[in-house]
């Protein structure tokens, strides 16, 4: 079983910044690609940020420049800098990854945390 716990989620001001962090545990072999979605009231779920086991990213054009996403692979965990926020991107953020676990067959899920919101509001 594999857990992810986000933190850093809260209210902040229209330009302000926020990190988002994400730990994953439990029967990790190994973490392939990792992620950050966010979900807004009344709308799907968009990917926000991706990023690799090697350090390769992708951003969803909206928070280009603005945010980053990086990875410590010692320590299993995602983080994603929201810097310049702005309203519209108060939304519910959950992390993503892709797990090889340490079963008989070191079988492969994608696990997804709870959730934590972020809201960008004067």
């Known amino acids: 079983q594999v857990q992810l716990v986000e933190s850093g989620g809260g209210l902040v001001q229209p330009g302000g910044s926020l990190r988002l962090s994400c730990a994953a545990s439990?029967?990790?072999?190994?973490?392939?690609?990792m992620g950050w979605y966010r979900q807004a009231p009344g709308k799907q779920r968009e990917l926000v940020a991706g990023?690799?086991?090697?350090?390769?990213?992708n951003y969803a054009d909206s928070v280009k420049g603005r945010f980053t996403i990086s990875r410590d692979n010692a320590k299993n965990t995602v983080y994603l800098q929201m810097n310049s926020l702005k309203p519209e991107d108060t939304a519910v953020y959950s992390c993503?990854?892709?797990?090889?676990?340490?079963?008989?067959?070191?079988?492969?899920?994608?696990?997804w945390g709870q959730g934590t919101q972020v809201t960008v509001s004067s």
């Open positions: 993503n990854a892709d797990v090889v676990t340490t079963d008989a067959y070191f079988n492969e899920y994608l696990y």
């Open positions: 439990g029967s990790i072999f190994s973490i392939n690609a």
């Open positions: 990023i690799t086991f090697g350090g390769n990213t």
